[in-house]
T-cell receptor, first 113, second 115 residues
């Protein structure tokens, strides 16, 4: 069965510090991996994706994510957090050849001024 | 502007009163889907559609219906809503033909409360 795990419900980080939001997955084959962000009272906004190639992918708002095949992980990172980064972050996986997305349970990031 | 539009954004209704949440996309996407978001459970897929007149169940289809008569529209129908369908609903669309790697675009969400 396909599954996506975001082990931390909540991540707190001080403004200016680096942040990491963790994601691991259990999916057959070589999946496509995505990160989405949800701001209050807004829909999900696409941040970045990994399809193939370089394990470090860069996305919107200065975010990046590192794909690790051996650990089946796709952690979201940012070198210097901003208060405006505070939001709910979702990791999602789409198995190769499939059309459906499988989501993690979300991680609420709070950046403390 | 490319977008997925859901209506209404907020809805409070009573148990058993049929309702429809509309979803429309202006990107000519083939694939559309509905999700519900509940605390601690993330997003779970309700129904999806590969193209016009092609729909299929997702992970949590019970109590919901959908239709896809036109490519741009994918309404979600609750024939007899119950309180356990109180949730935040998202519609999404994605291009699939000739573009297997694309990301999904999401609507703004519909917060439904069934009392």
């Amino acid at each position: 069965a396909q599954s996506v795990a975001q082990p931390e419900d909540q991540v707190n980080v001080a403004e200016g510090n680096p942040l990491t939001v963790k994601c691991t997955y259990s999916v057959s084959g070589n999946p496509y991996l995505f990160w989405y962000v949800q701001y209050p009272n807004r829909g999900l906004q696409f941040l970045l994706k990994y399809i193939t190639g370089d394990n470090l992918v860069k996305g919107s708002y200065g975010f990046e994510a590192e794909f690790n095949k051996s650990q089946t992980s796709f952690h979201l990172k940012k070198p210097s957090a901003l208060v405006s980064d505070s939001a709910l972050y979702f990791c999602a996986v789409r198995p190769t050849g499939a059309n459906n997305l499988f989501f993690g349970t979300g991680t609420r990031l709070t950046v403390i001024p | 502007e490319a977008q997925v539009t859901q209506n209404p954004r907020y809805l409070i209704t009573v148990t058993g009163k049929k309702l429809t949440v509309t979803c429309s996309q202006n990107m000519n996407h083939e694939y559309m889907s509905w999700y519900r978001q509940d605390p601690g459970l993330g997003l779970r897929q309700i129904y999806y559609s590969m193209n016009v007149e092609v729909t299929d169940k997702g992970d949590v289809p019970e109590g919901y219906k959908v239709s896809r008569k036109e490519k741009r529209n994918f309404p979600l129908i609750l024939e007899s809503p119950s309180p356990n369908q109180t949730s935040l609903y998202f519609c999404a669309s994605r291009q699939t033909q000739g573009a297997p790697n694309t990301e999904a675009f999401f609507g703004q969400g519909t917060r439904l409360t069934v009392v």
